[in-house]
Structures are given as structure tokens and as C-alpha cells.
């Protein structure tokens, strides 16, 4: 047998001393390393003293000899003392340098994150040295016998790890796929050459990202980067226009989530869920993952969902981060059937919400309760911030550029913001005055913070009801001067709800009803649609109207779901909702004889709650004012009847119908239209075009003539009887 020279304190590997000092951030693995050097050189001793002459064959690896293989199977010798003081002292450094240890060290650290006890940090040492140095392959190769194995198996893994066969057998189950190794994706063991390879046979690979992990390098895992993306934040948690009592209640939750929480942060977009998870992690110095769910399903990578949420939880693990998911609502309710690829999206996630020791922040804006289904489950609802907390945001975004105080009070009023569209707002405003000036001024205009206001009110309502565009003023309506004065008293109540509801307390005497619930009541062309037009107008909203045969469904609870979807898009979009020939739907519940009839009247109770809980702006139109449930004349606000007009207020129609720019001829006696022919608002208008067209085509002004054929037109439009006696000394004109 041949003699055997312990090398303990032997010259460092070169490779790996560069690579230490090279500054990747793990200086403190030299010692590791140069650990394992000596361990591997061991295990070369070991190996000649097995085989002796065998162990210089040149073909060693590719064949097995006679001799080895008679060696092999009559056992192989004993070690000599020599060896077994070596290995025994490279345990007591081993034990050494763990005592040494300190915990800001990556090893140590890695192992304090995943729970890995001696033996698996071990491996992650024996599966990091190929990884900083190609020439250990070659050693490796050697040991183990077999050339083409140039990384580490597992049978290595036991053999130079463990001192007798009751350590080789626990230590199986660090290799087995609930261990730690394999669970949290820090190892893979790698098949090769054949499948269903025995558990010794198999390589083991080190994960890329614990490589970098080890090395210092803090950047995120390649395959997670275009979805993921890490802040350290520093946001202060009373910069947050949240309640105390809230904050406080939060803040406890998430210091006794140490053992995993998960915290559910209700509200739409701009409500401050993101700030508050950063002002929740900026309190502790710990940093956040952001992880955007939506653009991770949508990728054309055809990602394994089971696999990514086991990459994002390594990942706040190595971070020390808590999750921010983003983008979870389509994944907390059940699927549509057919919808395979989100069934499996959803229970990866609840798996991943539902891992031990893992904090995380969800984002949704409908209520979800876990239901059992996660361990520690907390939802917060954040509500909608208050008239004066919108009205001191709109001044801190817009500083010295501010409007006058009137226009702030009417903004914050009548648009219910959030925090998050206030600040786009108030950008966007900013942008809009400077362009529209050509100038880099400060100031903001009025009219640009209203537009700017709009345009971020608007959103999922444009997909299910129709835009008006407001094109009348209050100059353009014709009504008696009490109606003037009750839709002039509607903007009022919209415009001071602050004070009213707010400073004088009345909000904390209204569970229900904080809304405006408007009826225009009276015949076709009376002016009802136009009314609502000038409401929006003078208060710088969006007015919809709703699309009633897009509503009301044959099916059960369609319809119900239909008004849902409407009332929660309105109140995102701070919009007014206009049902016009409002009876349709409105109508009144009938005595139950069948069904329909049951379904019908559950239509419109469901349409009584949701009018009571909008606190918005919901205008009714209806010709039919008799036909609405008694139900809803209770819980309206204002309701105004349009009159069909009397002949001084057709002469005030008649005088605004015509443009200014339209030539009217000297003969036109309006007086006389006026007295003679009884035509509401919009039939006016109606007459006031034809007049116009048959004018251009003759290519004169607009006289007489073109205007009483018009009026014919109209009446057999209408279905309204004339007499030659109505044409007066203007017959003959309509004969002609």
C-alpha cells in the first residue's frame, strides 16, 4: 500500500482565490472553499489507497477492469490511521469555521433563510466549486471514476459527506423532494445518459440564482425579471391619508404575521394599496417584491405556474422581502369553465399565499374572503378618502399652480378620487394649461383641471353605456322659471355635499341615500334629455346614458348582474347615469301570478337597493310618470315635471332654434308659429333642420314657406291632424 501525506494547509486553489478577490461579494467563502478543496483532495487519497495501481490506468473511467471489479466485490481495504486523522481533522475545521461563522456571510445566511442543517449546506458547497472553477471538474471526474461525470452526484454527495452508514442513510433525506434542497428549488438532480436514474446516480446542479445568491450578486432571478421588479422602500407610514385606528390595526397584523400572513388590501386604482405595503415594510428595513400576476399569465413563455411560484418565493426569501401581488383578482374567483390555464394559475397562488413564514401583500378591489383555504388571512378594506382629504391632496399636487379655493372645493366635491388619480390629475392638468399656452407657466386653469378630472374618472363605463356629449348651456333651455330653479338646486346639492355632508355631520346620519336621485318627468321633446346635459355641464361630469335593451336580459339574474356591472363602473368613473325612458325598467311590480312575474319583481328590488346604495348621480327620464313603482318616487331626491311648452315659451324656443349664423328671411313671423301650431321642444328643433335643408336646396334664406312645409311634415310625422284653418294666410305655401 501506498503512503498517504495529509495537505491540510496546502497551497490555495489559485481559481478560486481570484474569484474570492475579485469582489463578487463573498469573500467570506475563501475559507469554505479551501475546506472543500482539501476535503476533495482527501477523497483522492482515499481513492488511490482503494485501488492502488488501478487508480493511474489512463482508461480509468471508460471500462471496468477485472481486477477492480474483484476488488469491489470482496470489499474494498480498510483506511489506514493516516487518513482517518486526516478526515478527523477536517471535521474540527469544519466545525471550526461554522463557529467562526458570521450571519451576514451568504452561506450563512442561505442557510438561515431555507432551514439547511450542516450536511446541505455541505452540498450547496460541493455543487458551488464547478461553478467558480471548470478544473475541479476534472477532480470530481476522477473520484467519482467516470469521465463524463464532471459535476458532483449524489452518491459523491454521501460518500465524502458522511463518516459511517446510519449518517449515509439520514442523510438520504436531504436529497429527497420535500427536503429543503429540492423544495425550494436551491438544487436540481440532474439525469443523465438514462431515465429513472437511482437517487446516487444523479448529478446535482446548483440553481443559478443561489450561485449569484453566494456570490453577493443581488439581482432577480432571469426568468421571474419581466414580471417581477424589487423596491427598497422608504415611504413614511403617516404620509398615508389612512385612519389612525386602521393604521394601528394593520400595523399589528403585520408584526404578528412573522409565521406567514396574508394581508388583502381592498380598493380601486390609486387607493394607496401599494404605499401601504411599502410603508409596512419600510417600518421593519425590508424590502419589496412586486410581482405582476396579469403580465406573467399573459406571457408567451407558457411559464409553469407551479414552477413560478416556487421562484417567487425563493426569491423574497434570498431578498429577505415581503410579496406585493398585483393582478390576483381574475385568480381569487373560480374560473369560467374551459379556463384551464387560470384553474392551475389560481392554485399555485393559494399555494404559494398559503407557504409558512412568507409575508404578502394581495391587491384587489372586490371583497374576497379565503374562506379557510390560507392559514393567517387579514382583508383591510381602504376606503374612499373623505371630501376634505381630497380637497388638501388637490392642493399639496398642485402647490402655488392651484386654482382659486372655489375651484379646488368644487373639484374635490364633485369628483371622488382617489389619492393615486389625484396625482395623475393634477399632472395631467399641469400638461394641458402648458400646452394649451404654449408656456411653461404654473398656473392650471380651471377648465384643464376639470378635463383632467374627466378623463381620469373615465374607464370600464365606456364599454357598457353610451357618452353624451354636453353641447347645451343654461342659456339654451326653455322652461317655466320654478323648473329652472329645481335643476339649478340638483347641481347644488352635488356641488356642496362636503359641507353637508362632512362638516355639518349628516353623513353619520345616512347609512344609505348619500346620493342624488333625479326625475325628469313629462312628454317627448320637452327637454328632459337636454336638462340632463346642462346638470353634467355646469358640474364638469360625464353623463351616460344607459342602454336599457343592453341591461335587461330573458335569462335569470342576467339582468341583475347587467346593473351591477353599470352602478360599479359609475362610481369609478364618477360619472351621472341617465335612464332615459326610465319606466321601461323602473316600472312598477305587479301581483306575483307566475315566475316572470317573481323574477320581474326581484329586478326591481335588486334596482331600489343598488339606486340606494350609489352615492352618485342617477337621473330618471320617463313620459310615464304614473307607471313607476310607488317604491322609487320615496327614495328620490328631486323630481321635476317638464311641461308640454305654452305659446310664450314656444316663442322663446323659436328664437333660440335658429343658429345665429342661419340666414332667416325678414317674413318670418315666429309670433304667428308660436300661437298656431302646439310643438314641444324637440319638434321645433326638428322643424327648425327641415326648414334649413329645404332653404339650402331652393338657395335662399329661411322663410315662411320652407318653415310651414316643415311644420306639415312634422305633424304627419307625429300623426297630428292639421286644418287648412291652422295655415292661416301661409295655405298656400303649404300647397305649393
Not at 450 to 465: E, F, H, I, M, P
Not at 642 to 651: I, S, T
Request: a negative charge; hydrophobic letters at 45%.
Amino acid at each position: 500500500m501506498m503512503s498517504v501525506t495529509p495537505q491540510t494547509n496546502g497551497t490555495a486553489e489559485p481559481a478560486i482565490d481570484a474569484l474570492v478577490a475579485a469582489g463578487h461579494g463573498a469573500t467570506r467563502l475563501g475559507p469554505w472553499l479551501h475546506w472543500l478543496r482539501s476535503l476533495l483532495s482527501w477523497q483522492v487519497q482515499v481513492t488511490r489507497w482503494h485501488f492502488g495501481a488501478l487508480a493511474d490506468d489512463e482508461y480509468r473511467g471508460l471500462y471496468v477492469p477485472y481486477a477492480e471489479a474483484e476488488l469491489v466485490a470482496t470489499g474494498l481495504p480498510a483506511l489506514p490511521d493516516e487518513l482517518l486523522a486526516w478526515r478527523d481533522e477536517l471535521a474540527a475545521e469544519r466545525a471550526a469555521l461554522a463557529a467562526r461563522a458570521e450571519p451576514s456571510d451568504t452561506l450563512t445566511l442561505l442557510a438561515a433563510h431555507f432551514g439547511l442543517d450542516a450536511f446541505a449546506q455541505d452540498i450547496v458547497l460541493l455543487a458551488l466549486a464547478p461553478e467558480l472553477d471548470l478544473r475541479l471538474e476534472r477532480l470530481i471526474a476522477f473520484i467519482q471514476d467516470d469521465i463524463s461525470k464532471r459535476r458532483p452526484t449524489a452518491d459523491l454527495a454521501l460518500r465524502l459527506l458522511c463518516r459511517s452508514p446510519e449518517e449515509w442513510a439520514a442523510a438520504r433525506e436531504a436529497l429527497a423532494p420535500g427536503g429543503p434542497l429540492l423544495r425550494n428549488r436551491l438544487i436540481q438532480l440532474v439525469e443523465e445518459g438514462q431515465r429513472h436514474q437511482p437517487l446516487p446516480a444523479r448529478l446535482i446542479k446548483l440553481d443559478d440564482r443561489v450561485v449569484a445568491a453566494l456570490l453577493g450578486e443581488a439581482l432577480i432571478d432571469p426568468p421571474l425579471q419581466p414580471f417581477v421588479s424589487l423596491g427598497r422602500p422608504t415611504r413614511q407610514m403617516q404620509s398615508l391619508n389612512l385612519p389612525a385606528d386602521l393604521v394601528e390595526q394593520v400595523r399589528w397584523a403585520w408584526t404578528q404575521g412573522a409565521g406567514g400572513l396574508t394581508l388583502a388590501l381592498q380598493g380601486g386604482y390609486g387607493s394607496g394599496r401599494l404605499a401601504l405595503a411599502e410603508a409596512l415594510c419600510a417600518e421593519e428595513g425590508r424590502p419589496l417584491l412586486r410581482v405582476n400576476l396579469a403580465r406573467a399569465i399573459n406571457s408567451a413563455a407558457g411559464l409553469d405556474p407551479v414552477e413560478v411560484m416556487a421562484r417567487i418565493g425563493r426569491e423574497a426569501i434570498l431578498q429577505g422581502a415581503a410579496i406585493f401581488w398585483q393582478g390576483a383578482e381574475p385568480l381569487l374567483h373560480e374560473p369560467v369553465p374551459g379556463a384551464e390555464n387560470l384553474s392551475a394559475w389560481r392554485e399555485a397562488l393559494l399555494e404559494a399565499l398559503a407557504t409558512p413564514c412568507a409575508r404578502s401583500c394581495l391587491a384587489i378591489e372586490q371583497q374576497w374572503e379565503a374562506r379557510g383555504s390560507l392559514p393567517n388571512y387579514v382583508r383591510v378594506e381602504l376606503t374612499a378618502l373623505s371630501y376634505s382629504q381630497r380637497e388638501q391632496l388637490w392642493r399639496q399636487r398642485l402647490g402655488a399652480a392651484a386654482p382659486d379655493a372655489a375651484t379646488i372645493h368644487a373639484v374635490a366635491s364633485t369628483f371622488r378620487l382617489s389619492g393615486g388619480q389625484i396625482r395623475d390629475a393634477a399632472t395631467m392638468a399641469r400638461s394641458l394649461s402648458g400646452w394649451r399656452r404654449r408656456s411653461h407657466a404654473e398656473s392650471v386653469e380651471p377648465q384643464d383641471l376639470y378635463a383632467a378630472c374627466r378623463t381620469q374618472s373615465s374607464g370600464r363605463l365606456d364599454t357598457l353605456a353610451h357618452k353624451i356629449r354636453t353641447t347645451y348651456s343654461w342659456d339654451d333651455i326653455v322652461l317655466p322659471p320654478d323648473q329652472i330653479s329645481q335643476l339649478r338646486e340638483v347641481c347644488i346639492q352635488i356641488r356642496h355635499r362636503r359641507i353637508v355632508l362632512e362638516e355639518w355631520g349628516f353623513d353619520r346620519h345616512l347609512a344609505m341615500g348619500k346620493g342624488v336621485n333625479v326625475l325628469f318627468a313629462g312628454p317627448s321633446g320637452t327637454g328632459k334629455t337636454m336638462a340632463a346635459e346642462i346638470v353634467a355641464a355646469d358640474l364638469g361630469l360625464e353623463l351616460y346614458k344607459i342602454d336599457l335593451s343592453t341591461m335587461v336580459s330573458k335569462y335569470i339574474g342576467e339582468t341583475e348582474k347587467n346593473l351591477d356591472k353599470v352602478f360599479t363602473a359609475a362610481r369609478e368613473a364618477n360619472a351621472i347615469l341617465f335612464f332615459d325612458e326610465a319606466d321601461a325598467i323602473f316600472g312598477k311590480r305587479s301581483e306575483v301570478k307566475d315566475a316572470h312575474d317573481r323574477y320581474a319583481n326581484i329586478e326591481v328590488g335588486y334596482l331600489l337597493q343598488k339606486m340606494e346604495e350609489y352615492d352618485g348621480v342617477v337621473i330618471l327620464a320617463t313620459n310615464l310618470r304614473k307607471n313607476l313603482d310607488d317604491a322609487f318616487a320615496r327614495r328620490l331626491h328631486v323630481a321635476i315635471d317638464f311641461p308640454f311648452p305654452e305659446e310664450a315659451d314656444r316663442l322663446r324656443i323659436w328664437r333660440k332654434v335658429f343658429p345665429a349664423a342661419a340666414p332667416l328671411a325678414a317674413d318670418v313671423d315666429l309670433r304667428f308659429l308660436a300661437r298656431r301650431f302646439r310643438l314641444t321642444g324637440g319638434n321645433l328643433r326638428n322643424v327648425a333642420l327641415l326648414a334649413a335643408y329645404l332653404a339650402a336646396e331652393d338657395g335662399t334664406a329661411i322663410g315662411m314657406g320652407q318653415i310651414v312645409r316643415a311644420v306639415k311634415r312634422e305633424h304627419q310625422k307625429t300623426g297630428k291632424l292639421t286644418t287648412e284653418a291652422d295655415f292661416g294666410p301661409y295655405l298656400a305655401l303649404v300647397r305649393g
